[in-house]
């Protein structure tokens, strides 16, 4: 009797109890400082009315992104998001419904943001995004090492600091970001395409930062390629127009995020390698200001802290849109991750424990 209760305790431990589980692969996604604001409530009134935050018309801005609810505002800003994730997924993070998801770090910019979600773990010292390669081990690279997953994580990034985060030069997992074309012993003709476009565009944003849309390319041609089991697509559209005070792109950028989302999602179901066993995830590296301060972030910022989690796959109860009043934390996706897949994740630092909620 003892040694199977210390066996089962074990298994327990390793995290073993969730190896019934169906996800075999994992795709994250991540929104560079997309706020929860717009994710719940969609376009902001003031600002959307506000001629200095738009470079569009506002009869066209308004058709595109206007309506009288908010419930109709969300849907018609991320439309797979309001009917596929909140009919089938998981949503954390509405605030004005008690849920809030939060950043442990108190830095509220990128390189921490990002490091947090996926080591599972704030380190203070992480305070610059010209930190150097990231010491601490991630998630990405703790599957790649796994039976069956060696070379199979992928990262393809809008941002060429994202190389750091994800610390390749350690762990020579494949990193494609601005400014990089994908290499391979041979490339489909879409990825020839999807790389070639890389140079049909202006480099709109310059500082190490390609457009979401070329980003995406290089990653849909990847997947459909080389099958990987762990896909990492860091995006950045949002919060370089939110910065840029372009609260019409910034809204496009997010609505652009949504139609990719569901493009490689209706991918993902139709490919037998991955139908039925893939788990989709989604949220941002830090939030943004409110009203005027919408265009910022950091720790003078008061909100920027705030976030939330999207999740839709095989292991996931259709729960929805989440009412329920509760504090989840950025730190604890990568647990949550390694769970999802019947795995417990190790690093060489503490990680944060996983969300119970998402894995019952
Ligand atoms: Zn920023």
Known sequence: MRIVLMMYLLLMISGESYAQNKTKNVILISMDGYRWQELFGGADSILLNAKKYNSQDSS???????????????????????????????????????NNVDFRNTYWFSYPGRSEVLTGYFDPAINSNNYSDNPNENILEFIEKQKGYRGKSVVFASWDVVAKIVNRNRNRMMVNIYGEDVKDQKLTST???????????????????????????????????????VMYIDLADTDVFGHGGKYDYYLDAAHYADAMIADIWHYVQQEP???????????????RGEAEQWTSHGTNTPHSGESYIMILGPDTS???????????YMDQVAQTIANIMGLHFTANHPVANAIESILK
């Open 60 to 98: 066209q801005r308004f058709a595109k992104y206007w309506a009288f609810t908010e419930k109709e505002r969300r849907a018609k800003l991320m439309p797979f998001v309001w009917k596929e994730i909140a009919a089938n997924g998981q949503i954390y993070g509405n605030r004005s419904l008690g």
């Open 191 to 229: 990825q020839e395409l999807a790389n070639k476009m890389q140079y049909f565009l202006p480099d709109f944003f310059g500082k190490g930062e390609r457009l979401d849309g070329l980003t995406y390319m290089l990653a849909r041609a990847y997947i459909e390629a080389g099958h990987p089991r």
């Open 273 to 287: 390698f991955y139908r039925n066993q893939t788990t989709i995830i989604i949220y941002p590296d830090h939030g």
């Open 318 to 328: 259709p729960k929805g849109e989440i009412t329920a009043a509760q504090q989840l």
